[in-house]
């Protein structure tokens, strides 16, 4: 299966042209994304987008643009003006999406927002919290502060028939 994801930024502004016979659109455009190692120069490629994602493309994409391009990797072999071939990779592109300022906040958003949801799955339950009695005048938390800072693990708090498991794992 030949599959490639890919983040980078727009170097070209795309350009639309059209096939001779069906006139089907096709964009087409450069983009540079860095290399594996800091030293690494910067790796530019040509992606190319057909039918209604080139339209889309040449209307909704700009030099510049951070994108994320889903699509299959292949390699072209040109023939250069001083008689050798040259193999160069192009990514046709399937899907193209926009890492602009809201979608960086969109997902900052969706990362805090299971934090106050009212889901009891997620809320300690009796069974997760250990209720620890002591002697009246011993604070509860002393107890579990010690046996942390001497490096065990406290045992799981045993739970009965009456409280419901939620625990996928059988141990």
């Not at 493309?57 to 994320?68: A, C, L, P, S, T």
């Not at 106050?116 to 005048?137: D, L």
Request: hydrophobic residues 40%.
């Amino acid at each position: 299966m030949n599959s490639c994801i890919l983040m980078a930024e727009i170097v070209q502004a795309p350009e639309l042209r059209y096939t001779s016979d069906t006139q089907t659109p096709i964009a087409e455009m450069f983009v540079e994304f860095p290399g594996l190692r800091a030293e690494d120069p910067p790796s530019r490629l040509k992606v190319v987008g057909w039918g209604n994602l080139a339209q889309e493309i040449q209307e909704r994409f700009h030099q510049g643009d951070r994108v994320v391009i889903e699509g299959s990797l292949r390699m072209n072999t040109v023939e250069r003006p001083e008689g050798f071939k040259e193999k160069r990779a192009e990514l046709t592109a399937q899907r193209i999406h926009s890492l602009g300022a809201d979608t960086a906040l969109e997902a900052s958003t969706a990362v805090a927002a299971p934090a106050s949801t009212n889901n009891p799955a997620t809320k300690p339950s009796a069974a997760a919290t250990p209720a620890t009695k002591t002697a009246p005048s011993a604070p509860a938390s002393a107890t579990p502060t010690a046996k942390a800072k001497a490096g065990k693990f406290q045992a799981a708090p045993e739970t009965t028939a009456s409280e419901p498991d939620f625990d996928e794992i059988p141990f």
